[in-house]
């Protein structure tokens, strides 16, 4: 892919699952400041989708220093989608309850 200056842009999916996907998300959510996770469970009902699917988009320059917040310009979009038998009944409530685990 090429930026809007010419410059490479590398676009890279990584696909988890099982118990890797449940460790990455249980350490992204744990890393994630006390004021993000409660900003993401207020806007719940935004980032779900009809498939129960979570987005996120997170800044890339904070990763790259080990930290978590949300980004809007440069952004890693992650999606998270667990298999139906985690959730037992709804999305908003698994992902709430793993919100609030930490």
């Known amino acids: 892919m090429e930026g809007h ?3 490479s842009i590398t676009k890279v ?7 890797d ?11 994630m400041p006390r004021a993000l996770r409660e900003s ?6 935004v980032i779900i989708d009809e498939h129960s699917s979570l987005y996120l988009r997170l800044d890339k320059q904070c990763l790259v220093l080990g930290e978590v917040a949300m980004g809007y310009d440069e ?3 992650l999606k998270v989608k667990p298999r139906a038998y985690l959730m037992h009944g709804h999305a908003k409530d698994f992902f709430l309850g793993q919100l609030k685990a930490k």
């Open 5 to 7: 200056f010419g410059n």
């Open 13 to 19: 999916t990584v696909h988890l699952h099982g118990e």
């Open 21 to 31: 996907a449940a460790d990455a998300f249980a350490r992204l959510t744990g890393r």
């Open 40 to 45: 993401v469970a207020k806007d719940i009902d």
């Open 75 to 77: 952004a890693i979009r």
